[in-house]
């Protein structure tokens, strides 16, 4: 899968996402900062405390070890089991 297309997908399926972070996500993708991108995108998870569900979470840590960024950007946003 295409890890720009796999945080846009993300993106647009986060219920809550602020209107300037999506903004600033799809800015990001536009110019291939793909890492940028996914960083911003797990952050806002994180701060803004959004709800994410097991299959978006697995589809993070996918992207995650593709791109080879540490596991510590996604694990607080594991959802509750």
Known sequence: MDIGYGV????????????????????FLEHDEWGVAFEVLCSVIEQENLSIDA?????????????????????RIKPAS
């Open 8 to 27: 846009k997908k993300i993106l647009v399926s986060v219920n809550g996402m602020p209107d300037k972070d999506t903004h600033d996500i799809l800015e």
């Open 55 to 75: 299959a978006q979470y697995n589809e993070i840590v996918h992207i995650g070890h593709d791109m080879d960024i540490d596991d510590t950007l996604w694990v």
